[in-house]
Every structure is written in structure tokens, then in C-alpha cells.
């Protein structure tokens, strides 16, 4: 009994304990038995209670730690980068898709103009072969034609030659030079190959016999370089960089650019600075009295210095009737009836340099204007030399 008495008090201690635990309630214990199993069972069920509370806690830990990972990246410290990641990423797929779309349309553009020459090219090619098989055709009907006169032709043309030979004394073709030609008292122009301008007695005609009388010459009879070949030429080195202005005047008063730059050469070595001994004023070597309205007062300006001497030679051709000697013999200070004691009179006076130059004719047209490298050197009066 005493024994009963003992599990009775032990049990009824334990019945308080687990009472006191709010939460023992909600176990669903098995009833209270003092069969050993059921007490058994009692404290299994205790004891799992108590490592389910162990784990609970951890996973509490578990949940504070995703919470702060939350709140990360609410605050935007991992996020911001994560977007500006995202933000980036975007911007240099839309620069590398522009840019395919750009080099695309480019090759695309390339492309077309490829296709228009190469279709260009072979519309050309066929209008080329249809022209060749229409000119074949037609050299064809007329080389049948032109055989049946070739007698006729060979008569017409002795016919003519004698005819021709009679008035070649009074013009030559245009650009040429002066071979065969003569004028009036001045005779035959003595061109040949290296003169094929004309001889120096006779662009000087009547400079030794009774005054200066010079046979009338049109521009387009004479042989001259094309303004290409000048400035291209090692002669009008010195023009080059200013070939600009000569073409803007040859535009303007219809002188060839050529012959701008031979005046140029000849008057001042194609040098914008120099002052004559007159003080005739840069490139052109223009009197101080052509100088109105130059930019800045500055005569030597070289658009404007051109463009004066150009105007000035212009307005002399025209007053001269188109005579080419007399209007550029006037350019040097040469007049109808000069001499040779008038020509040279400034070298007794104390002035050598202002002598009109004897071989001024000779070396335009047949140095200069041929684009001969030692033009300064030609001719045979040579009277500026004693001025050195």
C-alpha cells in the first residue's frame, strides 16, 4: 500500500508540472494511466515537444536573415545595381543594334551604287558595241562610196593645193603657229620649230627702219601651252600656288590663263611683293595709277593685281582692233613708231630699268607662251642686261 501511496504523489507531481505549460494542452497527451506504456508514451510525446522547440528557434534565425535580405533590397543597395545592370545591358544592345542598322543600310547603299555603275557600265558597253556595229555598218556603205571618187579626189586636191599654198601667206590655222605666213612690208614670220611663233625681225618689224609697225596677229594663231600644260610645266613653278587668281581672270575678261601668267613671269618673276623701278605694283607689275579700289589699298594683293592687269590688256586688245603685237607691246610701254634710240633712251638718262625691253615680243611668245625654260636668256638686243 505504501508503495501505491509512493506512484500516487510522483504522478500527481508530474500532473502539476505539465499543467503548468499552457501549450501541454494542445499535445493531445494520452489520458493519465499508470500503465507503464501510457506513461511512456507521455514522455515521448514530451520529449519531442522539447527538440521541436530547439528547431523552431533555428528556423526563426532562418527567417530573420531572409527578412534582412529583404530589406536590402528594398532599400536598393543590391537592387540599384541589379537595375543599373539591367539599365546598361539595354543601352548597348540599342548602340549595337543602331549600328548594325546603320553599317546594314550602308552596304546596302554601297551595294545599289555597285549594281547602278556596273548597270551603267553595261549600258555603255551595249551602247558602245551597238554604236561600233552601226558605225562598221555605215564605214562599210561609205567606204564603198568614198572608193568610187578617190580618183576624183586626188585631182580635186592637187587642184587645191596650189591654191592653198597662194593663200596660206596671209593665214595660218588657228593654234598652230605662224608657219607659212607673211604680212606686207613685214615678209614672211621666219617660224620654224624653234621660233614657231614668228622671228624676232619680224615681230619687231620697222623697229630699225623708221619706227615699230607690227603685222596684225590674232590670239588664236599663235601656238600656246593650255593653262593644264602650264601649270603643270616647271617654267610656271613659281605661278602655281597662285593659279586660282589667273583662272578667275581669264573667267573674267576672257584673256587665257596662259598668258596671264607669261605677262606675270615676264614682269616679275610671277612674285607678288615686287615693286618695279617705277613702282609698278606686284604680279602683274601694274602702274601705281591701276591700283583704285585694291583691297585694303593694297595693290599687290594677287586677285586683285590679276585682275587689273588682265582688265588693262583686255581694254588695250580691244582698243587695238584685236591686234595681239601691238596691245602687248603697248603693256611694256611700246607705241606704233618706236625705235631703238627711243627704246633704250632711259639707260643715258640715269634710269636703266625703265627702257622698254627690245626682246619683250620675242620672249612671250616664243618662250613663255611655249613654256621654254630659258626665255629670259632669248633674243638678241639683250638690252636690260646692262642694267645689272
Given at each position: 500500500m505504501k508503495f501505491l501511496s509512493v506512484v500516487a504523489a510522483a504522478l500527481a507531481v508530474v500532473a502539476t508540472t505539465v499543467s503548468a505549460d499552457p501549450s501541454v494542452e494542445a499535445l493531445n497527451l494520452p489520458a493519465m494511466s499508470k500503465h507503464p506504456l501510457s506513461m511512456q508514451r507521455r514522455e515521448a510525446?514530451?520529449?519531442?515537444?522539447?527538440?521541436?522547440?530547439?528547431?523552431k528557434r533555428h528556423s526563426k534565425?532562418?527567417?530573420?536573415?531572409?527578412k534582412a535580405k529583404t530589406a536590402n533590397a528594398a532599400s536598393g543597395k543590391s537592387g540599384q545595381a541589379v537595375v543599373g545592370s539591367a539599365k546598361q545591358n539595354a543601352q548597348q544592345s540599342q548602340v549595337n543594334t543602331q549600328s548594325h542598322t546603320q553599317a546594314h543600310a550602308q552596304a546596302q547603299a554601297q551595294s545599289q551604287?555597285?549594281?547602278?555603275?556596273?548597270?551603267?557600265?553595261?549600258?555603255?558597253?551595249?551602247?558602245?558595241?551597238?554604236?561600233?556595229?552601226?558605225?562598221?555598218?555605215s564605214a562599210k556603205a561609205s567606204s564603198q562610196s568614198s572608193a568610187?571618187?578617190?580618183?576624183d579626189a586626188k585631182s580635186d586636191s592637187s587642184?587645191?593645193?596650189s591654191s592653198s599654198s597662194s593663200s596660206?601667206?596671209?593665214?595660218?590655222?588657228?593654234?598652230?603657229?605662224?608657219?607659212?605666213?607673211?604680212?606686207?612690208?613685214?615678209g614672211s614670220s621666219g617660224a620654224n620649230d624653234q621660233q614657231p611663233n614668228g622671228s624676232q625681225n619680224f615681230l619687231n618689224c620697222?623697229?630699225?627702219?623708221?619706227?615699230?609697225?607690227?603685222?596684225?596677229l590674232n590670239l588664236d594663231q599663235l601656238k600656246i601651252l593650255s593653262g593644264t600644260q602650264a601649270a603643270d610645266s616647271p617654267v610656271f613653278a613659281p605661278c602655281k600656288n597662285l593659279l586660282w587668281a589667273f583662272q578667275a581672270a581669264e573667267k573674267a575678261h576672257g584673256v587665257p590663263a596662259t598668258v596671264l601668267m607669261s605677262f606675270a613671269m615676264q614682269e616679275s618673276t610671277c612674285n607678288p611683293d615686287v615693286t618695279g623701278g617705277?613702282?609698278?605694283q606686284g604680279l602683274m607689275q601694274i602702274t601705281p595709277d591701276k591700283c583704285g579700289g585694291a583691297p585694303g589699298g593694297n595693290c599687290k594683293d594677287p586677285w586683285f593685281n590679276v585682275d587689273a592687269g588682265a582688265k588693262y590688256f583686255k581694254n588695250t586688245l580691244d582698243s587695238c582692233g584685236g591686234n595681239l603685237l601691238q596691245a602687248m607691246g603697248q603693256y611694256n610701254g611700246w607705241t606704233i613708231g618706236l625705235t631703238v634710240q627711243k627704246a633704250t633712251a632711259a639707260r643715258w638718262q640715269g634710269n636703266c630699268y625703265a627702257q622698254n625691253n627690245l626682246d619683250y615680243l620675242y620672249q612671250m611668245l616664243n618662250g613663255w607662251f611655249l613654256g621654254k625654260e630659258n626665255t629670259y636668256s632669248m633674243g638678241t638686243y639683250k638690252n636690260l642686261a646692262a642694267c645689272k
Open positions: 510525446i514530451l520529449n519531442n515537444r522539447r527538440a521541436g522547440m530547439v528547431t534565425g532562418s527567417k530573420r536573415s531572409c551604287s555597285d549594281s547602278q555603275s556596273s548597270s551603267s557600265s553595261s549600258a555603255k558597253a551595249n551602247a558602245s558595241s551597238n554604236s561600233n556595229s552601226s558605225s562598221d555598218s568610187s571618187s578617190k580618183s587642184a587645191s593645193s596660206s601667206s596671209s593665214s595660218s590655222a588657228s593654234g598652230a603657229g605662224l608657219f607659212g605666213f607673211s604680212s606686207g612690208s613685214c620697222g623697229l630699225t627702219s623708221g619706227g615699230w609697225n607690227p603685222p596684225k617705277n613702282g609698278e
